[in-house]
Nanobody, 122 residues
Framework: VQLQASGGGLVQAGGSLRLSCAAS????????MAWFRQAPGKEREFVAVIDWSGGMKDYADSVKGRFTISRNNAKSSLYLQMNSLKPEDSGVYYCAGERTKWGPNWHDYDYWGQGTLVTVSS
């Protein structure tokens, strides 16, 4: 499975961005898909995860109520709608896929996109 993230950019605090992740490869629509982010000098951290059907989702506490993860399996795409952005949301956002494990641990994910940079100015 190959993943390619896009949609990052520079936005003012309080603004919105929508990230996309295009997936290619066999059976990618059956994978758990997640977003992680990494700020300079910090550990990669979990943002959100979604199951193959889109029926189960989970979010980091820091983004609950502001971010929404979704997917469109017909388009082999994953999305992250980010609203009410804060400067602390800045970082490189990665999409990731995993066949069998659900959760926030980035070590469990086998497939990664190249990352897209989000910068939120105050």
């Amino acid at each position: 499975v190959q993943l390619q993230a896009s949609g990052g950019g520079l936005v003012q605090a309080g603004g919105s961005l929508r990230l996309s992740c295009a997936a290619s490869g066999r059976a990618s629509s059956s994978y758990y898909m997640a977003w992680f982010r990494q700020a300079p000098g910090k550990e990669r951290e979990f943002v959100a995860v979604i199951d193959w059907s889109g029926g189960m989702k989970d979010y980091a506490d820091s983004v609950k109520g502001r971010f929404t993860i979704s997917r469109n399996n017909a388009k082999s795409s994953l999305y992250l709608q980010m609203n009410s952005l804060k400067p602390e949301d800045s970082g490189v956002y990665y999409c990731a896929g995993e066949r069998t494990k659900w959760g926030p641990n980035w070590h469990d994910y086998d497939y990664w996109g190249q990352g897209t940079l989000v910068t939120v100015s105050s």
